[in-house]
């Protein structure tokens, strides 16, 4: 008797036989194992980047959606903390209250620069 089963009685073991994919693992018979395939309607251009380097590839589509992205920010103002009047009063607060003391806004020396 098996506990998990309940009353029914285990079942017995038979050999099972595998037989791998025809091509190896991943595969099909109606399709690559990999990529877009050879005999696939694709256009030239999509079979042309799939045989380039992949750096490139990435590289180039990177950039593509990137200045793509940058087309609607183009036309818009920056913002208020980039103003020099914002920065210098964030320098003075910083200064103010002995912040990053050691190498930073504090320092002997940034404020030797600042004129102060």
Known sequence: ???????????KMVKVWYTPPPYGPRTSLNR??????????NPAWVTKIAKMPRTQV????????SCLA??????????YTLSPEYQAANRAYMRYHNMNPIWGISSKQARAADGE
């Open 58 to 65: 990435i590289a180039g589509f990177t950039l593509f959606f």
């Open 70 to 79: 940058y087309i609607p920010l183009l036309n818009e103002k920056l913002p």
């Open 32 to 41: 690559p194992a990999y990529g877009i395939g050879g005999d696939a309607h």
């Open 1 to 11: 008797m098996n506990p998990i089963w309940g009353n029914e009685p285990t079942s």
